[in-house]
């Protein structure tokens, strides 16, 4: 099992920036992609940002050129730096951590409210 708590959320105006942080513990594989998801109100749970087990990155076409996903050297942490905050990313960010179709983990999400 694995459990995952993200932090870094908040309140900020439109052009700001926000740090969200995942951090993964219990037991789990060594490989294992990094995902950040988001879902606005009313809306489905998008894709915004991934990280593979080799450090490969990518984004939604929404958010390229202003969030950059990475993660530690331990592969026990993944963050999210949002640059350049719109109105429209505001929404619960979640955090998902996927090993197998079978072993699939999600953080309890975190909230960034981008006011214009």
């Known amino acids: 099992q694995v459990q995952l708590v993200e932090s870094g959320g908040g309140l900020v105006q439109a052009g700001g920036s926000l740090r969200l942080s995942c951090v993964a513990s219990?037991?789990?594989?060594?490989?294992?992609?990094m995902n950040w998801y988001r879902q606005a109100p009313g809306k489905q749970r998008e894709l915004v940002a991934r990280i593979t087990n080799y450090g490969s990155t990518s984004y939604a076409d929404s958010v390229k050129g202003r969030f950059t996903i990475s993660r530690d050297n331990a592969k026990t942490a993944v963050y999210l730096q949002m640059n350049s905050l719109k109105p429209e990313d505001t929404a619960i960010y979640y955090c998902n951590r996927y090993e197998s179709s079978a072993n699939e983990y999600w953080g309890q999400g975190t909230q960034v409210t981008v006011s214009s």
């Open positions: 219990g037991s789990g594989s060594r490989i294992a992609i």
